[in-house]
C-alpha cells in the first residue's frame, strides 16, 4: 500500500469508530459506561479540588476564543512564509471541523448530562463534543505544522496531544459531556486532521524525462 493513503485509512477507522458510538448512544447501549466514567472522573476530581481550575483552564484553552484566533495567526504567519501548502491545511481544518461539528450535533441531538451540576456555561447539544473534536483537529493540525517547520517530534506531540486529551477531560468533569461525547470528538477530529494532511501533503517533483 501507498504509504501516502495510510492516513486515509486511519481516518476512516476513526470516524467508523465515531459512528459506530453515536449508533450505540442512540440505542441507550453506552449509558452504564457513560454514567460510570463522568462520576468516576468527576467525582473525586471536584472533591480534590485543585483539579478543577486546571481542567477549567484547559477548557478556555480548547474553545473558540482560543483557538480560532490561535489558528488565525499560525496560517497567517505560514501565508506571509510562503507556505501555501501550511496555511491552508491550516485553514480548512480548522473551518471544516468547525461546521462538521455543528452539523453533526444536530444530526443525532443527544442532550448534555445533567447528572452533575455544569462547571461552565453551555447551550448546545452534547454529542459529538465540540471542544474535544475541535482541539483533537485543530491542535493536532497545529502539530503537524511545528513538525513540518522543522519542529522536533520528540517533544512536538506529545505537548500537543497532552493538551488534546486534557481538553476532553475537562469537559467530562465540568459535567457538560458524557465520555462517549469526548470519544467521539477525538475520533471525528483527529480522522479530519488526517484526512487534511493528505490533502495538502508536499507533492514530490515530477521526474525530469532526459532526451537523448
Known amino acids: 500500500m501507498n504509504r501516502g493513503y495510510r492516513p486515509l485509512i486511519f481516518a476512516l477507522a476513526l470516524w467508523v469508530s465515531a459512528a459506530a458510538i453515536g449508533f450505540a448512544v442512540e440505542a441507550g447501549a453506552l449509558r452504564g459506561f457513560d454514567v460510570a466514567v463522568l462520576l ?118 506529545p505537548m500537543v496531544i497532552a493538551l488534546v486529551l486534557a481538553v476532553g477531560v475537562s469537559r467530562v468533569v465540568l459535567g457538560v459531556h458524557w465520555p462517549s461525547d469526548v470519544i467521539a470528538g477525538w475520533c471525528v477530529g483527529a480522522g479530519w486532521m488526517l484526512v487534511c494532511t493528505v490533502l495538502f501533503a508536499d507533492r514530490a517533483p515530477a521526474p525530469r524525462v532526459r532526451v537523448l
Not at 484553552?61 to 490561535?70: C, D, F, M, T, Y
Open 40 to 157: 468516576g472522573l468527576a467525582v473525586p476530581a471536584r472533591a480534590a479540588g485543585w483539579p478543577v481550575p486546571v481542567l477549567l483552564l484547559a477548557t478556555v484553552l480548547g474553545s473558540a476564543a482560543v483557538r480560532l484566533p490561535v489558528a488565525a495567526a499560525v496560517t497567517a504567519a505560514l501565508a506571509w512564509r510562503r507556505d501555501g501548502r501550511g496555511a491552508a491545511m491550516l485553514a480548512v481544518t480548522t473551518i471544516g471541523i468547525l461546521f462538521g461539528n455543528a452539523g453533526l450535533k444536530l444530526i443525532v441531538g443527544r442532550a448534555r448530562p445533567d447528572m452533575l451540576n455544569h462547571l461552565a456555561v453551555e447551550t448546545s447539544l452534547s454529542f459529538p463534543s465540540g471542544h474535544s473534536s475541535n482541539a483533537a483537529a485543530v491542535f493536532l493540525a497545529l502539530g503537524w505544522v511545528l513538525v513540518r517547520q522543522g519542529g522536533r517530534p520528540g517533544v512536538v506531540w
